[in-house]
């Protein structure tokens, strides 16, 4: 019975984990292209630099697999991420980060952000396949939703009625929490 406890225990953590990730996600990514006009930049290197994220995720999901497999485990692969993230949307929020600070944030989350990639994988490895598996899926998918609703709606709240760094403060203080 106590290992039963455990393990749910551990899942409820892992939903709080996914909700907290991408909460801070929401408050940050939407009010970026702001971040870059702010500095001037173009339409078109703001897409480069949307490209350079994209890549930067497909190295980073690669090498942070196996890595994951061999070395740091599921649990280490999110607390990687959380601190990658965190310290990319610091920078985010940072007043004096210019093109290249900004540039190097997205490439920093792009290779460390892998939050439901380890969280579906560690869902898998607590859980046996069927109704429990597909039960704490949903849980995280919704947990995902949610918090993309509520962190953009907050983002854009704290953008408008106060400094526009704070939504990333909040967000470094929610991967603190997180970690």
């Known amino acids: 019975m106590l290992a039963l406890a455990s393990k749910e225990w551990r899942l409820r953590l892992l939903v709080l984990a996914v909700l907290l990730d991408l909460l801070a996600v929401s408050l940050v990514v939407p ?15 703001l897409g480069a630099v949307s490209s350079v994220y994209s890549l930067s995720q497909i190295v980073g999901g690669l090498a942070l697999g196996a890595l994951s497999d061999r070395a740091l485990g599921r649990r280490g692969l999110l607390l990687l991420n959380f601190v990658g993230a965190g310290t990319a949307y610091a ?6 980060a210019g093109f290249a600070a900004l540039v190097g944030s997205r490439v920093v989350v792009g ?9 579906t994988a560690l869902v898998a490895e607590l859980t046996e396949p069927g109704a429990e598996r597909a039960l704490w899926v949903g849980r995280i998918s919704s947990a995902a939703q949610v918090s ?3 962190g953009q709606s907050f983002g854009s709240f704290l953008n408008t009625y106060s400094d526009p760094r704070y939504p990333s403060a909040v967000a470094v203080a929610l991967y603190v929490v997180d970690f």
Do not use: H, Y
């Open 31 to 45: 009010l970026l292209p702001v971040r870059f006009r702010e500095l001037g930049v173009s339409a078109k290197a």
């Open 91 to 96: 920078i985010v929020g940072w007043p004096g």
């Open 111 to 119: 290779l460390c952000k892998q939050t439901m990639t380890a969280s």
């Open 148 to 150: 993309w609703i509520a």
